[in-house]
């Protein structure tokens, strides 16, 4: 048995928890989003039986490189025709999986309205250290996620816009969210 | 390299049982109850194998009745002890018995007849508070096994027997799993009946026996022909009773120098266990148990899988869990030992036998550390 893309990611833009211990099958989910909602990275942890991992581990393989909506509509039967078959009593083996990867989509979507959220009041009520780098110009956001926003910026000192947007992104989220300039 | 450690589930048939059983499945064809010669001379084999598993009880040959089986010889104890005395048609048994003695004991108490359930310590031992506390005027069978098939604890035996005695009731034990493998001595024990089966000890599948003691009048079991006094109608399994005999007499005559050597084996395949396995508990560790069986929890790591993987590696355990229905349904004796399901859902049972090697036991301790190591770096509960 040799899983593909068992263990966890450092700094996952999104992460689930299926399952428990208790009931005998369980996984955890890590994924890694590019710019265009692409699954760059994903990482799972199963406890369970090998069935389950094998579904799990098919689920990452077919899930890699898809964008978030079409990493939904993955299917049960999908994960099974990608190992070539399962018995039918371990059919429910690969539901842990569609049920993970929901979940992680639907946390990465939280992240990111938090995200979007902070920067929009951020916008809206401009605090004055932002204001002073503004000056005159102008700032549009191209794309958020939840860990970079992507922005576009006109007729202002971009070194002190990102220094200050970041700041105040790290302060209102908690968190780490790179500024970037698109030209 | 074939390596069977499920000696638990069923044994390999000894060669010196299936060399007696072939003439019994070929020439000697005959029914044992026939009038003429070819079949009767039979019944003399039948007496001498009735005999030997006497011998290996403690019992006279007049004590024992042959069945299909330890299923069927529990279903026989319970079931016709519950219509010996209509004043006392109660049974007290424990949560940790064989299904055929718990389904066997809830069709006794559909029937409207009190049956109580006697809790166990965390390490597998009878609880003899909760024991003694169900035992009551209406309880006319105590029934007990002798070593538990899970985790191999010997349970009392001698001293529950000796309880159900002195509040008038009979005692039976399972020792489907016991017989063979420690010394059993009906009589100094106490015990009224006993069941055992022939596949446990290296006998033939569809054989087992209930010793049942003299002066004990049970109500028929099978109905049908005269066989067995009447208590249990059918043909004679010729072959299974000759074999369940050789079994017995092979067990009898390996008992004292197996129990040492099995029991060393398991001592090298538990420590092996422990070195190399971060995360392995020996359940019941503190306990008298078999020398044979160990049931140990893989913390972290899910049973079935390390099963699956050991399968691939031609390595036979089992486990008390199965992934089959979505529904996981974990051991029901880890549970009344106070073992939680996230615990009971990584234990593994190693049962070894007469027919285990060293070279056995050192194969599962190369293979299983690296599957239990893999399983543990992609298990999201490794290190809870």
């Known amino acids: 048995m040799n899983p593909r ?46 069935g389950a991992i094998a579904a799990s581990s098919a689920m990452t393989e077919i899930a890699k490189g ?85 922005v576009r910026l006109e007729g202002v000192d971009e070194e002190a816009v990102i220094a200050v947007l970041e700041e105040e992104l790290q302060n209102r989220t908690g968190k780490k969210v790179k500024v970037m300039v698109i030209r | 390299m074939k390596v069977y450690l499920d000696n638990n589930a069923t044994t390999r048939i000894a060669p010196e049982v299936l060399d007696a059983m072939l003439p019994f499945l070929t020439e000697k064809f005959g029914n044992p109850s026939s009038f003429h010669s070819f079949g009767s001379d039979l019944m003399e084999e039948i007496e001498a194998a009735r005999e030997k598993v006497a011998a290996l009880l403690g019992a006279h040959a007049g004590e024992i009745v042959f069945t299909s089986g330890g299923t069927e010889s529990d279903n026989m104890a319970l079931t016709c002890s519950a219509s010996i005395n209509p004043l ?58 002798m070593a538990n098939n899970e985790t191999g604890v010997i349970m ?111 001592g090298r395949l538990e420590a092996g266990i422990l070195e190399k396995c971060p995360g392995a508990i020996i359940v019941s560790a503190g306990a008298r148990r078999l020398p044979n069986t160990a049931t140990v929890l893989f913390r972290g790591v899910e049973s079935e899988a390390v099963m699956t993987l050991l399968d691939i590696e031609g390595i036979c355990v089992s486990s008390g869990s199965a992934c089959s229905t979505g529904e996981e349904t974990s051991s029901y004796v880890l549970a009344a030992m106070g073992i939680g399901a996230d615990d009971a859902n990584t234990a593994l049972r190693f049962s070894l036998s007469r027919y ?29």
């Open chain 1, 66 to 150: 898809k964008t978030l909506e079409e990493a939904l509509t993955i299917s049960n039967d999908q994960i099974v025709a990608f190992l070539g078959g399962m018995p039918e009593e371990k059919y429910h083996c690969s539901v842990m999986g569609q049920e993970a990867l929901e979940l992680a989509v639907a946390d990465f979507r939280h992240r990111r309205d938090n995200t979007a959220e902070h920067l929009n009041s951020i916008l809206r009520e401009i605090p004055a250290s932002l204001a002073a780098a503004l000056s005159e110009g102008s700032i549009d956001i191209e794309h958020i996620h939840p860990a970079r926003v992507s």
């Open chain 2, 356 to 384: 285990t090697t060293g070279r056995e036991i050192d194969c599962v301790l190369e293979v299983l550390p690296p599957i239990i190591n893999k399983l543990r770096k992609i298990s999201p509960y490794a290190n809870r």
């Open chain 2, 156 to 266: 009392p035996v001698e001293e529950t027997a000796r309880i159900a005695h002195e509040r008038g009731a009979l005692f039976h034990t399972d020792a489907v799993q016991a017989a063979g493998k420690i010394p059993i001595d009906v009589r100094s024990s106490g015990i009224d009946m006993l069941s055992i089966s022939a596949h446990k000890l290296h006998g033939p599948k569809g054989a087992g026996a209930l010793f049942i003691r003299e002066g004990i009048d049970l109500p028929p079991f099978m109905l049908g022909g005269h066989q067995e006094n009447g208590l249990r109608a059918g043909t004679y399994n010729t072959a299974g009773i000759i074999g369940l005999g050789v079994a017995a007499s092979l067990a009898a005559e390996h008992l004292l120098e197996e129990k040492g050597r099995t029991g060393l084996l398991l």
């Open chain 2, 88 to 145: 006392k048609p109660g049974l007290v048994t424990s949560t940790i018995e064989h299904p055929a003695v718990l389904e066997t004991a809830e069709c006794i108490r559909s029937r409207g007849h009190p049956v109580g359930l006697s809790e166990v310590n965390h390490d597998g031992t009878l609880n003899m508070d909760s024991f003694i506390s169900l035992i009551t005027e209406q309880t006319g069978l105590v029934s007990i096994m």
């Open chain 1, 5 to 50: 893309n068992s263990g966890q990611l450092l700094n996952p833009d999104c992460h689930s928890e299926v399952g428990s211990v208790q009931c005998g099958d369980a996984m955890t989910l890590d994924i890694q989003v590019d710019d265009e909602d692409r699954i760059a990275e994903i990482r799972f942890m199963t406890f369970g039986c090998a």
